[in-house]
């Protein structure tokens, strides 16, 4: 029942890998937190809040963050 979930590209289906954390302030509440960037094999990048890990995916706007 424990399985970790496995985050999937929303736009290729393609597996993510995990990129660096992020520290952005959240508009929501004002609080500095991580965001933790992921990325496919097909240079989509995409973020969400460390603490919130059933949050959605949103698209990043700092595909630099990816190493590669
Ligand atoms: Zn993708």
């Known amino acids: 029942m424990a399985?970790?979930?496995?985050?999937?590209?929303?736009d290729?289906?393609?597996t993510l890998k995990a990129g660096v954390m992020?520290?952005?302030?959240?508009?929501?509440?004002?609080?500095l937190t991580c965001r933790m960037v992921w990325g496919?094999?097909?240079q989509h990048v995409w973020w969400?809040?460390?603490d919130r890990p059933e949050g959605p995916l949103e698209p990043c706007p700092y595909p630099d963050l990816l190493d590669d």
């Open 3 to 10: 399985t970790a979930r496995v985050p999937v590209c929303p």
């Open 48 to 50: 969400h809040w460390a």
């Open 40 to 42: 496919c094999a097909n």
């Open 22 to 31: 992020a520290l952005c302030q959240r508009e929501d509440d004002g609080k």
């Open 12 to 14: 290729c289906d393609g």
